[in-house]
């Protein structure tokens, strides 16, 4: 009995300790920001002396004599139990940080984003969680907080690789962590703040926040308070007053081109950029004009980007780093006095600000020489419409891609505050206005104007501003309720009488009337693909523009989008009898498709070895998947695995099994519901409730194929299958399941993406699980409501199952074998992402035209995050920085190569269109190209020759040449 109590004990105590650790909810946080700010310790518990023999003492115990200490507040237990359960860190301290720990690798950087995050808050929210404690003398020394900022990045700055793959993220942390040594400006400042508090103890607050927490926001805090107190200070604290505001605007000066040369003359060695900067602090002055000054202040930052490791003391590549920053800073105030008057003018200023995105770590250096060419000054006279419409292009898309580059390094943390701090959502677009990316945007939106007043190009959306910065991705016209989405857009209901504007495209989208974004995904996602199948019209658009449009939320819109790029967003009640004619019944009765199943083979109730069936067994046995990866191993074996299977026959057969608890058949269940459904429709029911109806029907129906049994006899043959096409037992061998309906990559319709995969399963339960899973992923909402506008015979649906092993790829994507909104028929845009499943999905995605004998880039990776497939089975996630390019030329040749022979022989072998295009998915392992899918690319053949699209689209001449010294 005692063993049994003992037993249940510490099963107590046990459970005790896991309801301690779990995480606290955001409800929760939410409440202890609160109560945080009324707190006037805020998170902190009480003053204390933190000893370096690892004790802590009183205030007014010091250290023993020996024995070095720092003195500062240590952490409420509610506070470090936030840094233990939900990696939150509030309040940080510093001085008290680990320097390892506070650089967080493993959780990329989190912990000191936190900070960056926090100190941004701060400064939006009047101290944020530190309302009040922000006055909590003693709390912070900012003596100590800058100490231990320059150890920081003595540490952190020596690994070259280190630096070279977190240049971004290192160089925005400068900006916010305290390193700049207690210089003889800072120490007067912090003097004279203390002397008047001790004469005027009411000063007492502002002196702890300058002394704990200084920034530029003091000068105004010290005037105001200056102001406020005037009738209370004597002439003497008067002119301390005015020495300390002196003090701070000294502190806080523009760049100090002399102090700026001590500092370069400072640091050991002879490099190129040294010798650069000593030139510059002697040829140039605050005074020099911006079109002189900033050509050279971007040749500085990205010279000082790519020599700063031959540096070898991490304290001199600090000092490095900071004149950096000085430059930058230079940079953004001249930017605005650039104010060109001609063409050539605006050119080079847009030059030389994208070069210096790269200088600052908005682009990676291999990025910006790739694009460099396209938009470099033009030494001649005339520049054709063609030339200048690349030139804009290229630029829209680094103004983006810096975008994205804070979007990717600091999307995590930001996310996981927003969810208990809305505050937290405005720091990415915070970080991207304090940059270079903010007068390039305006710039470009210049360029912009100018192009299409001289092209004829002409938007008409809502009558906002900057209108040039909206270009068209997919053509086609909408009419419906325009939603914007600033927020999250993958937990929005979409309706597909309505048209969305969002930050990024959703991963999982249903059917929408029309879409524009901000991000624009990739042009090859699933996401993209659909939209330009189905003639949804698609438009990517600014960060400004978004935020103009919100006024417009709920009302009704006309959209169009031409397929050179025009687009048309206006009130419904302002379109022409032209564009109100395109919605009449007999202008817009869809042709809805119907797919053929009187060919389909339903007997067919074996597993099939892949190599037995090819391109002619789709809709016949298989879907088009494995019939076409069946065709692809027939011409290119040794770059497409084995495979097995599962036909529409067996999924036909299952559903003839009597569906538990409703007295009929899997199959009678189904039928019954669509007919049911119909009497509905002929009855008057409204369509929304007929819809609703039909998902309860089609839920109960896959929770109902999730539970089903398999037939022994089909258990039995795949376990045989797998030993005689795999070589292994199943269990052994990680697999993918692919759903591969009849209603997909069809030549109208492509689903791509619309049902399920699963990804490296290797468990026979999980394997036998995943296929009934597959089966009923069909009859999810998603993929019904797709079918369901688009496809007459929706009921027909046919799952098979492609089972092949899996590649553990190092990346992967999609190749569309034609140019797509630029190039050519004969070339190709590949789109890649690091890992498994790269690109589909709407990653930011390295994407590329490649033509004969060039590639061209059109959008680097900006995806942190991917997945591989270790033999173990599941996936695992890796982060990753983006210093190198994802293809390299060897694969680029490849790539080539099998878009060629799929060209010739697909057609041959097939009989099918010469001149069609394919889209198809691939890997690369070790350089070796894998082929998993081909599938034919479909566009929408209506909305590419639409009469309205059409009409709208600019009459131009390419070939027609502007003067280079033409007034803006």
Same mark, same amino acid.
Not at 349 to 354: A, Q
Not at 427 to 453: H, M, Q, Y
Not at 642 to 661: A, K, S, T, W
């Given at each position: ?41 805020? *998170?902190? $518990? ?31 237990? $509610?506070? %470090?139990?936030? #840094? ?14 680990? &320097? ?11 912990? $000191? ?16 969680? /530190? ?37 971004? @993220?290192?160089?925005?942390?400068? =900006? ?58 004597? *002439? ?127 682009? %990676? ?21 063609? %030339? ?45 206005? +304090? ?73 999982? /989208? =249903? ?37 103009? /449009? ?13 397929? &050179? ?50 391109? +002619? ?14 065709? $692809? ?7 497409? @695995? ?15 099994? *009597? ?86 990559? /069809? =030549? ?36 019904? &409501? ?22 553990? @790829? ?33 990653? #930011? ?13 059109? #959008? ?82 209506? #909305? ?25």
């Amino acid at each position: 009995m005692p063993k049994v109590l003992l037993v249940l004990f510490i099963a107590v105590l046990l459970n005790a300790f896991t309801v301690k650790a779990q995480e606290y909810t955001s409800a929760s946080i939410k409440q202890t920001i609160q109560d945080f700010k009324k707190d006037p310790r805020g *998170p902190y $518990l009480r003053i204390r002396w933190f000893c370096e023999d690892g004790t802590m003492r009183e205030p007014k115990d010091p250290c023993p004599e020996g024995v070095d200490g720092i003195q500062h507040a240590s952490y409420k237990p $509610l506070t %470090e139990n936030l #840094a233990e359960r939900n990696h939150l860190f509030f309040g940080e301290i510093l001085a008290a940080a680990d &320097k390892n720990k506070f650089w967080d690798a493993a959780q990329e950087q989190s912990r $000191l984003k936190q900070y960056q995050l926090n100190k941004y808050l701060q400064s939006v929210d009047n101290g944020w969680i /530190l309302e009040k404690a922000q006055f909590y003398r003693g709390a912070i020394q900012s003596e100590d907080e800058e100490a231990w900022g320059i150890e920081f990045y003595e540490w952190l700055l020596k690994d070259d690789a280190r630096l070279e793959k977190n240049y971004y @993220v290192i160089r925005q942390s400068l =900006k916010d962590i305290p390193h700049s040594g207690d210089d003889n400006i800072a120490q007067r400042m912090r003097s004279e703040s203390k002397v008047i508090a001790e004469e005027f103890p009411k000063f007492m607050d502002v002196r702890v926040k300058i002394h704990g927490q200084p920034e530029v926001s003091d000068l105004a805090l010290v005037q105001n308070f200056r102001q406020e107190y005037s009738d209370e200070l004597t *002439p003497e604290l008067k002119e301390q007053f005015d020495a300390l505001v002196a003090t701070l605007n000294e502190y806080y000066a523009p760049i100090n081109l002399e102090r700026l040369k001590n500092q370069v003359a400072s640091i050991n060695g002879d490099f190129d950029v040294k010798q650069q900067l000593l030139k510059f602090t002697t040829d140039f002055d605050n005074n020099t004009p911006a079109y002189d000054i900033i050509p050279e202040i971007s040749d500085l930052l990205c010279n000082i980007r790519t020599q700063v490791t031959q540096v070898k003391k991490a304290s001199e590549r600090l000092t490095l780093l900071d004149v950096s920053l000085k430059l930058e800073e230079m940079l953004l105030k001249k930017a605005a006095d650039w104010e060109p008057e001609d063409l050539r003018d605006l050119l080079d200023k847009n030059y030389y600000l994208s070069y210096a995105t790269a200088g600052t770590g908005l682009l %990676e250096v291999w990025e910006w020489e790739e694009v460099a060419s396209v938009i470099a000054p033009i030494n001649y006279t005339t520049v054709s419409l063609a %030339e200048l419409n690349s030139i804009l292009n290229t630029s829209r898309s680094i103004v983006q891609w810096s975008a994205a580059m804070a979007k990717a390094n600091y999307d995590a943390v930001v996310e996981k505050y927003a969810e208990f701090e809305p505050l937290a959502s405005g720091f990415i677009d915070d970080r991207v206005r +304090s940059s270079v990316a903010l007068p390039l945007g305006k710039t470009v939106s210049e360029l912009g104007d100018f192009i299409s007043n001289k092209s004829n190009l002409e938007n008409d959306v809502m009558q906002i501003d900057e209108q040039s910065a909206i270009h068209g991705l997919n053509p086609g016209y909408a009419l419906g309720e325009l939603v914007v989405v600033s927020g999250n857009p993958d937990a929005v209901e979409v309706s597909n009488k309505k048209i969305y504007i969002f930050k990024r495209p959703p991963s999982d /989208l =249903k059917p929408v009337a029309g879409i524009a974004t901000v991000d624009e995904g990739n042009l090859v996602s699933h996401v993209q693909l659909l939209a330009r199948n189905l003639g949804i019209p698609n438009a990517a658009l600014s960060d400004k523009n978004l935020e103009d /449009l919100q006024e417009f939320n709920g009302e009704e819109v006309f959209y169009a989008v031409s397929n &050179k790029g025009t687009v048309i967003l206006k009130p419904a009640d302002e379109m022409t009898s032209e564009e109100k004619a395109l919605f009449s019944s007999e202008e817009r009765k869809q042709t809805k498709i119907a797919v053929p199943i009187e060919k389909i083979q339903l007997d067919q109730k074996s597993i099939l070895n892949m190599r037995d069936i090819d391109a +002619s067994a789709s809709g016949i046995l298989s879907g088009p998947k494995a019939a076409n990866l069946g065709q $692809l191993k027939k011409m290119f074996p040794d770059h497409v @695995v084995e495979g097995l299977v599962i036909p529409f026959g067996i999924f036909r057969d299952h559903m003839n099994l *009597p569906m538990p608890g409703q007295g009929k058949s899997y199959w009678e269940f189904l039928t019954e519901m669509f007919e049911t459904a119909e009497a509905k429709r002929q009855a008057g029911t409204p369509d929304a409730q007929v819809v609703d109806y039909q998902l309860a029907k089609l839920a109960t129906l896959r929770d109902a194929i999730n539970a089903m049994q398999l037939k022994p006899a089909f258990v039995s043959e795949l376990r045989n299958s797998f030993a005689s096409i795999f070589g292994k037992p199943i269990g052994q061998a990680p697999v993918f399941l692919r759903s591969d309906t009849n209603m997909e990559d /069809l =030549k109208e319709f492509t689903g791509a993406g619309l049902n399920l995969t699963l990804f490296n399963v290797v468990e026979e339960q999980k394997i036998l699980d995943g296929i009934k899973k597959v089966w009923a992923s069909p009859y999810t909402e998603r993929s019904f &409501k797709w079918r369901q506008v688009y496809l007459s015979n929706p009921e027909n649906v046919f799952p098979s199952i492609l089972v092949i092993p899996s590649v553990d @790829v190092d990346y992967s994507g999609v190749m569309i074998t034609k140019g797509i909104n630029e190039g050519t028929d004969e070339d190709l845009t590949v789109a890649f992402s690091r890992g498994a499943g790269g690109a589909v999905d709407g990653q #930011a995605a390295e994407t590329r035209l490649v033509t004969a004998n060039m590639t061209k880039l059109l #959008a680097p990776a900006r995806q942190p995050d991917y997945i591989r497939l270790p033999v173990s089975g599941g996936t695992k996630g890796y982060s990753t920085s983006f210093e190198a390019s994802i293809l390299n030329e060897k694969n680029i040749q490849s790539l080539r190569e099998v878009a060629e022979e799929i060209r010739s022989k697909i057609p041959e072998e097939t009989n099918s269109d010469p001149k069609a295009a394919y889209d198809v998915e691939l890997g690369f392992q070790d350089d070796k190209l894998w082929l998993f899918q081909i599938r034919p690319f479909v566009e929408n053949k209506n #909305a590419l020759s639409n009469g309205y699209l059409d009409s709208i689209s600019p009459k131009t001449n390419p070939d027609e040449y502007i003067e280079m010294d033409s007034k803006l």
